[in-house]
T-cell receptor, first 115, second 108 residues
Framework: GAGVSQSPRYKVAKRGQDVALRCDPI?????LFWYQQALGQGPEFLTY????????KSGLPSDRFFAERPEGSVSTLKIQRTQQEDSAVYLC?????????????FGSGTQLSVL | GQQVMQIPQYQHVQEGEDFTTYCNSS?????IQWYKQRPGGHPVFLIQ?????EVKKQKRLTFQFGEAKKNSSLHITATQTTDVGTYFC????????FGTGTRLTVIP
C-alpha cells in the first residue's frame, strides 16, 4: 500500500474487554514497530519485529499485551482485560531496513479509550 | 533503552520569530532522528544525523549533532503557522526511543 495502515482508527472498550489492533505496513518493509503514545507524551516503544520474528518485546507493559506478525507482513497488537491506564494512541511504524538507521513510516494510529 | 531529554517542553513564539529545541543524552548516541507531529497527527520523519558535528539544513530548518554525539538541536528560522506541532528527537540502534518532545505554538 501507499502507507502504513492501522485499524480501527478509534476503539472504545469497557474495562476488562479484550481488544485487537491491526497494522498493515508498507509492502516489502522488513521491520515493524509498535509504540504507545499517551496524551501529551512522546511515543513509548512496545515491541519490534523483523519479518515474522519478534526480536524485542521489552517495552510491553504487562503480560496482558501480546503482539504477533505471523507471515511477516500484517501485525496485530492484542490487549487482554483492558484497564483504564491502557488508554492511549497505539502507533505502528515500519521501515524497509533491518534496523532503525532508516526512517520510520508511521501509521495514523489507533486511539484506544478504556471506560 | 537510551534516554534522551528534550527542552523546552513547550515554546510559544510570535510568527516570524526563531525557535530552537534541544535534545540531550548522558551517553554517546549512534544517531539522532527528528520527527514532527502535527496536532492530531502521527510522527513524520524530518532528518537523520549520524556524524559528529554534522549540520543539515532543510529550508528554514537547521539540524545539528554535537561534537561529542551527546546532544542535538533543531532550529527553525522565521517560524510560520505551518510549523505548529511537537518536535521529537529519537535515537537507537535497533529500537528507536523517542524524547519527550517540544510542543511549538506559533502566534500569528
Amino acid at each position: 500500500g501507499a502507507g502504513v495502515s492501522q485499524s480501527p482508527r478509534y476503539k472504545v472498550a469497557k474495562r476488562g474487554q479484550d481488544v485487537a489492533l491491526r497494522c498493515d505496513p508498507i509492502s516489502g518493509h522488513v521491520s515493524l514497530f509498535w509504540y504507545q503514545q499517551a496524551l501529551g507524551q512522546g511515543p513509548e516503544f512496545l515491541t519490534y519485529f523483523q519479518n515474522e520474528a519478534q526480536l524485542d518485546k521489552s517495552g510491553l507493559p504487562s503480560d496482558r499485551f501480546f503482539a504477533e506478525r505471523p507471515e511477516g507482513s500484517v501485525s496485530t497488537l492484542k490487549i487482554q482485560r483492558t484497564q483504564q491506564e491502557d488508554s492511549a494512541v497505539y502507533l505502528c511504524a515500519s521501515t524497509l531496513a533491518e534496523a532503525t538507521n532508516e526512517k520510520l513510516f508511521f501509521g495514523s494510529g489507533t486511539q484506544l479509550s478504556v471506560l | 533503552g537510551q534516554q534522551v531529554m528534550q527542552i523546552p517542553q513547550y515554546q510559544h513564539v510570535q510568527e516570524g520569530e526563531d525557535f530552537t529545541t534541544y535534545c540531550n543524552s548522558s551517553t554517546t548516541l549512534s544517531n539522532i532522528q527528528w520527527y514532527k507531529q502535527r496536532p492530531g497527527g502521527h510522527p513524520v520523519f524530518l532528518i537523520q544525523l549520524v556524524k559528529s558535528g554534522e549540520v543539515k539544513k532543510q529550508k528554514r530548518l537547521t539540524f545539528q549533532f554535537g561534537e561529542a554525539k551527546k546532544n542535538s538541536s533543531l532550529h527553525i528560522t522565521a517560524t510560520q503557522t505551518t510549523d505548529v506541532g511537537t518536535y521529537f528527537c529519537a535515537t537507537g540502534a535497533n529500537n528507536l526511543f523517542f524524547g519527550t518532545g517540544t510542543r511549538l505554538t506559533v502566534i500569528p
